[in-house]
Structure formats: structure tokens, C-alpha cells
């Protein structure tokens, strides 16, 4: 528990610098999606590093708290902060409504069944014009503010965004360490097993993904408020992927791990700008590769393949 | 048009469209069935189907049955490439990670495709013109007569193959039991890169036949391949009847619920469907369900 201490305390220090070592607004800028991205990988990471159950419909989710957010306070004029309670608790309880049938189902027909999940929700943000703005999108976001401090410039975001990305770790880890993360693992491994054992496998199964879109509804309504603007294509099958690919870059079941994978794909593009459109075969390649040579993600993978390839000094100590 | 009449139509074209979801259907439960696998990259299958036949006719110049036998030929080498490189290497093939290798296929392919032959949509022409034939009141195009043979073809020959060839039944052997399969001599990995064939064969068939009606692109493949899938699912995964009648009856429903209620939510149709199905009746609608093996 100390070293979990330890880590954390050096990411709080790690997210608390940023700002004094960029100065410039796109940084920070890029540092914001970092944020709301790790938000959303380690939310996936809860149910398919932990629990073993695959979504491939988390974008649904977090465009859903979006667009409740965006609707509400741009459309209704009621309070960003009730806005995005009232957007995750919706959120959540659908994911809870729809859980008890949808992981029913293993594997594939799991991964059918999200899939399908999410391009419903797309295509009601495409087609609900009245409700959405359709597919050019809703703007007239309002940012979030407390009291008269208004988050509206990147810095401000930046902390805003990060103060919650880094309690969502903090939730993340104590959970992983808990009763419950056991139980999460034990399910994954084998849901008999589980069952034996005194695990409500059915209820904890649905509760995690409850709380999987809780986490994301989360990050879309401060998206949402980050943006000022909320457009379809942001939430569509190509993000569940890229969510997906997050988590396994990163390992699944290691909270850090989401949080490195969401950092190198986001920044990735950035990176490369050159590549535009054609980062999405980047992704495609990675996710083979990383799914069949390292399917520990690539934290693990890196160094036990340097390990492999480097000589062993250690050994014969002791 | 009255309604009866607009009835007919929307039948006609549901038909139509729904025979394509049964090809690609089968596509997606035949290699289930050998292997276990659901196909995400199946899709793709279908797109290079069109595409490359797009290719061929356009920037090639080639007559037009010589371009989709190229297709089929092109798309069948993608789909044993695939089960060579990708799906049979795997050291642990749980489903998520099959899952997201076959889903990490299906991009790369996508991708591919995008930057091969950019982002633009294509036609292919009628193969037998666009002269609508008249049944009644309601129209019908040459194409449409084309898309119910190629279909009756595919599933006539699927079914020689499988119940009347050597190969076709040790397939299903596979299905069955692959390691009792193997101790008779069946070399099941062979039979895995057969389902990969031949999925991807049938996979391109649906590509090249649909594309006079609904246009391609490189990205034509992901609502395709889902359909397809639908049509597997609602038939519980046969590579026979059951998911021909699946294909048949997700067109027609959707057509319906295009021409009805709303062209915008057309495809939400049948994911609601899926849905549905998977949660009532995730062995299909025709099947009587099997206890789970621990």
C-alpha cells in the first residue's frame, strides 16, 4: 500500500507542475484531452481490465454525458455543476438498467451487444436535430465556473479537468485494492469460481459498469463544458476503439497503465500531425501487435522484452 | 402509389438487401463455426469486394466480369492473409483478445483501403442496366435480379460444399469438435484458413453485388459487416437456413421501418433488433438453446 502511496503522491506532483513547465496554451491545451481521456480509460479499464467484461460501446456513454450536459444548460439554462450530476446519474442508471441483460452475454456477443449499444446512442445525436443540432452539433456550451472564477482559459481547464482525472484515480486504485477489485478479478478468471466463492457475480458485474459510466459521463460533461461545443463524430465506434486501444496499450487491469496509454494516444496525433487520417491505421497495427506479442500492454511488455533481449546480470545473486 | 402497393415495394427491396445480409452472414457463422471466432474484419471483406472491383473497372479499364473475379481473387488472399498473420500466430486467444485483434484487422484494412483509394464514393453500373422492370405498381431494378441469384448461388454452393465434400464435412467436423476432429485426422488449422477463404470469397460476392445499388467506399464495411452479423445472430449462427431467413427478415424489417416510421433511424433498426435477439434469445430464434460448457 505504501508504494501505491508513493506512485500517487508523484502523480499529484507530476499534474500539480504541468503548468509551470508549459507555458504556452496548446500544451496545455493537449494536456486537458490527456486528462479527460485518462478519465475515460481508466472508467474502461474498471470493466475490462478488471471485471473482464468488454465494451466496445463507452463512447455512447461519454457522448450521452455530453450531450445531457450541453442540452441542459444550453438549451435549459440550469447549472453546469447540476447539469453534470444530473447527467451522470442518468447515465449511470441506464448503464445499470441496461447492464442485467447486456452482460448476460460473454465474449463476442458481449462486444456485439456494446458495439450495437453505442451506434444506437450515435445515431439518436445524429437524427434527435431538435434535441442535438444533428450532426453539425450543439454550441453554446457554457463553461463551468465557481463563483466568480470562470474556467474558460487552458490553464484554468487544465486544473479543472485534472482535479478530476486525478480523484478518478484515486477511486481507481483504492477500489483495485479493495474487497470489491478482488471480486472484480476473481470474475474475470472465472465467473463459476467467483460465484462459489459468495460473489453476487450478476449484480457487481452490472454495478462496475454502472460506475464505469458514471466515470464517463463525468468526463463527456466536462468535455462538453471544456469545448463549449459537442458534435456527433467525437462519439462514434471509431472512439470506442480508440478507448479500447488505451486500456491494452496500457495494460489491462493497471490503473497507470490507462493512464499512459491515454497519454501516448492522445498524444500520438499530435505528434504526428502529418499523419492525420491515417492514425487510425497506427491504432489498427497497434492493437495486433500489442494484443498478440504483449498482452500485458506495453508498461509490462517493454521491459520484459528488453529483459529477454538484454543479458542477465542479476541472476546468481544471492 | 397506394399502400398496398408501397407495401410491396419496400417488401421487394427489404428482399433484396436482405439477401445481402445473408451473405455476409453465413460469412460471419461459417467461421464462427470452424473456429469460435466472430469476425470483426468480416466487413471489410465485403468492402474490398466492391472497391476492388471499382479499381479494376475505373483506373484499370478492365470488363467488368474480369474485375470481380480479380475482386473475389484480391479479397480471398486478404482473408487467408489475415488468418495467416494475424489469427493463427496468437499465443493467448482468449475472446476479448481475439476480439481486438480481429477488430485491429478490420481498421488496418479500412485504413488501408483509405489511403489506396482515398476517401471518395464510388459507383459501379448495373450489371444488366438500370431499366426498372414493373411488378404491378412497384419497381424493380435488373440488379435486384442479380443480387437473389448470386445469393441462391452462394447458398446452393455453400451447401454442396459443406454437406456433400470432403473438405465441406470435415469443416464441419471441426465445428463440432475440433479435437476429436483432429484425432481422426482432420488437420484443423487447415480447415481454419478454409473458413477464412471462404468467408472472405462470399464476403467480396456481397460487395460486388451490392455496390451498383448503394455506391462503396472505404468505410462501407463497418454498418455491412454489423448488419451481416445481425442477420447470423437472429439466425443463431447456422451456416445454413437459419441465417439466409435471419438476412431476409432484418431487410425486410428495416426496409419497412425506413418506408414507415423514418429513414433517419433506419439503421438503428437493426440494432434494436440485435439487441432484442441477444437478450431474449441469444441462440437465435430458430434454435432451442444449449446449456454452457465450464
Known sequence: MKRELVKYLLLVAAAVSMPYFFSDGYMMNVLVFVGINTMLAVALNLLLGFAGQISLGHAGFFGLGAYISGVLTATHQVNPWLAMLIAAIAVSFLAFLIGFPILKLKGHYLAMATLGLGIIIYIVFNEAVDITGGPSGLSGI??????????????????????????????????????????LRAIHDSEVAARVMGVNVRLLKVQIFALSAFISAVAGSLYAHVMTFAAPASFGFHFSVELVTMVIIGGLGSIYGSLFGATLLTLLPELLR????????IYGLILILVTM???????????????????KKKEGRG | MNLSDQLIQFLLSGFATGSIYALIGLGFSIIYNATGIINFAQGEFVMLGGMVTVFFLTSLHIPLPAAILGAVA??????????????????????????????????????LAMLIWGKDTHAIPGFSGEEPIMIGNASLLPQHLWIFGMTTLAIIASKVFFNYTISGKAMRACAFNPRAASL????????????????????????????PLTMTSYDVGIMLGLKGFCAAIIGGMSSGLGTVLGGIILGVLESLGAGLIS??????VAFIILLLILFIRPQGIFKRAESERV
Not at chain 1, 275 to 280: A, K, L, M
Request: aromatic content about 10%.
Open chain 1, 274 to 281: 502529418t499523419f492525420q487520417d491515417y492514425d487510425i491505421i
Open chain 1, 142 to 183: 457554457p463553461n463551468l465556473a465557481l463563483g466568480s472564477l470562470v474556467f474558460d482559459n487552458d490553464v484554468k481547464n487544465y486544473c479543472l479537468v485534472w482535479t478530476f482525472t486525478i480523484v478518478t484515480i484515486l477511486l481507481a486504485v483504492n477500489l483495485a485494492h479493495s474487497r470489491i477489485g478482488r471480486a
Open chain 1, 293 to 311: 506479442f504483449m498482452p500485458g500492454g506495453l508498461v509490462q511488455g517493454i521491459p520484459s522484452l528488453l529483459g529477454a533481449l538484454l543479458p
Open chain 2, 74 to 111: 484480391i479479397t480471398t488472399f486478404v482473408g487467408l492473409l489475415f488468418e495467416r498473420l494475424a489469427i493463427r500466430p496468437i499465443r493467448k486467444a482468449t475472446p476479448i483478445n481475439l476480439v481486438i485483434i480481429t477488430i485491429g484487422g478490420s481498421i488496418l484494412i479500412r485504413g
Open chain 2, 263 to 268: 429513414s433517419g433511424y433506419k439503421d438503428a
Open chain 2, 184 to 211: 481422426i485426422g482432420i488437420d484443423v488449422k487447415r480447415m481454419v484458413l478454409f473458413s477464412f477463404v471462404i468467408s472472405s470469397a462470399m464476403g467480396s460476392v456481397a460487395g460486388f453485388i451490392i455496390a
